[in-house]
């Protein structure tokens, strides 16, 4: 057979050059149905196994795909990108993080109740937008942090996009809570809030493999630095952009 994608002769169901799967009709309906919720739905690479996964053994799927079972899971940064999205649309549309902030203030003559009141306005819009950001900051800091282990940057930022985003799916799974409780929001958030601290330090003993104590008090100090730098960050963009 002649591969479609490379024009490489083969033998069996998929080009030993490219990789491409053999195909030889014309595509129909069928195949772009069947072709969407295969990535969504198949068992052993499809988005719902991988978010089953990431939350029973997040190090352990991190290291099985930095070292080379790419196709037994999502990709994660595509995963990352469609939950966040998600999760963007949930919380701006339905006002998932309690109270919205007070419009008046942002136009108050007083420069500090003015800065202050941006600054809530903007982690209450772009608070998954802020998270999905730092993620880089977040491995760099992991990178820096866990040298010893032998992962480089570039895969710490499969790690760290990997439980970031599994993060994010635990805010969409709370979000009924946070909807139909608005009274108790605080109640749920807090609950994430605790789960993302956790979730973390669990990936962070399984991927990484020191003593636990060490890997604790390592996150401990990387988690206070990377909210600094988000803080830090955010002031910046609201000073320049909104102030």
């Keep these: 057979m002649i591969c479609k994608?490379?024009?490489n002769d083969f033998e069996g169901k998929y080009c030993n050059q490219c990789g491409q799967k053999f195909t030889g009709a014309r595509f129909t309906l069928k195949d772009i149905i069947h072709n969407f919720f295969h990535h969504?739905?198949?068992l052993d690479s499809g988005i719902f196994f991988l978010a089953k996964e990431l939350y029973v053994k997040p190090g352990i799927v991190a290291k099985e795909y930095i070292e080379g079972k790419r196709n037994k899971y999502f990709n994660p940064f595509q995963y990352l990108i469609i939950i966040v999205a998600i999760s963007m649309f949930i919380t701006i549309n339905f006002k998932l993080f309690g109270p919205s902030p007070d419009l008046s203030q942002l136009a108050s003559p007083d420069n500090g109740i003015r800065f202050s009141a941006n600054m809530k306005y903007f982690f209450y819009k772009y608070f998954n937008l802020v998270l999905f950001l730092s993620v880089p900051v977040s491995a760099l800091f992991s990178w820096m942090f866990f040298r010893k282990s032998g992962y480089n940057?570039?895969?710490n930022l499969i790690f760290n996009t990997f439980i970031a985003a599994q993060r994010t799916l635990t805010f969409i799974l709370l979000s009924p809570f946070l909807y139909f409780f608005r009274?108790?929001?605080?109640i749920g958030v807090g609950f994430y809030y605790i789960f993302w601290l956790i979730y973390f330090i669990y990936a962070f003993i399984q991927f990484f493999?020191?003593?636990k104590v060490i890997t604790i008090f390592k996150f401990i100090i990387m988690y206070c630095l990377l909210i600094a730098v988000v803080q830090a960050s955010a002031m910046a963009i609201v000073y320049i952009f909104y102030y």
């Excluded at 009274?183 to 605080?186: L, V």
């Design 209 to 211: 493999g020191e003593k």
């Design 153 to 155: 940057y570039a895969e």
């Design 40 to 42: 969504f739905t198949h």
């Design 183 to 186: 009274k108790y929001w605080y």
């Design 5 to 7: 994608n490379c024009g």
